[in-house]
């Protein structure tokens, strides 16, 4: 009996540990948005998991890379994130949109997510 208690008690014990190791793998995810394009001063703001991680400061043809100046880049544990992209009017009115969706994050990978004005209907 103790000794399926204690077998009992080391598997758990075991699968705690590698559940916390999980939680520790981590990579990146990148925005960008080329909100240039439209004739609409426009501030963009992106959330991930519901926190803020901040807005956009400048515009860009595409995501190339993780570093690029003018991407929000947010360092996030392995596995599937949601985000939301709030589009408001820099004064005045129009230009209001939220964009959702998800990302998967992989270990020490960076992911792009880009948001084309092209393709939102304000």
């Given amino acids: 009996m103790k000794m399926a208690v204690l077998l009992l008690l080391s598997t758990s014990l075991f699968l705690c540990?590698?559940?916390k190791k999980e939680e520790n793998k981590k990579g990146t995810a990148t925005f960008g948005a080329n909100y240039g394009v439209i004739n609409c001063v426009t501030n963009v703001t992106i959330y991930v998991d519901d926190e803020k991680i901040g807005k956009l400061e400048s515009s860009?043809?595409?995501v190339t890379d993780c570093g690029q100046q003018?991407?929000?880049t947010k360092e996030?544990?392995?596995g599937q994130h949601s985000y939301k992209v709030e589009i408001r009017p820099g004064f005045g009115s129009g230009c209001t949109k939220?964009?959702?969706g998800t990302v998967?994050?992989?270990e020490n990978e960076c992911t792009k997510v880009f948001i084309d004005y092209y393709k939102i209907d304000f």
Avoid: E
Wanted: overall charge negative.
């Fill in 17 to 19: 540990l590698s559940c």
């Fill in 60 to 62: 860009t043809d595409d």
């Fill in 70 to 72: 003018g991407n929000l």
């Fill in 76 to 78: 996030l544990s392995v």
């Fill in 98 to 100: 939220d964009i959702t």
């Fill in 104 to 106: 998967l994050i992989n």
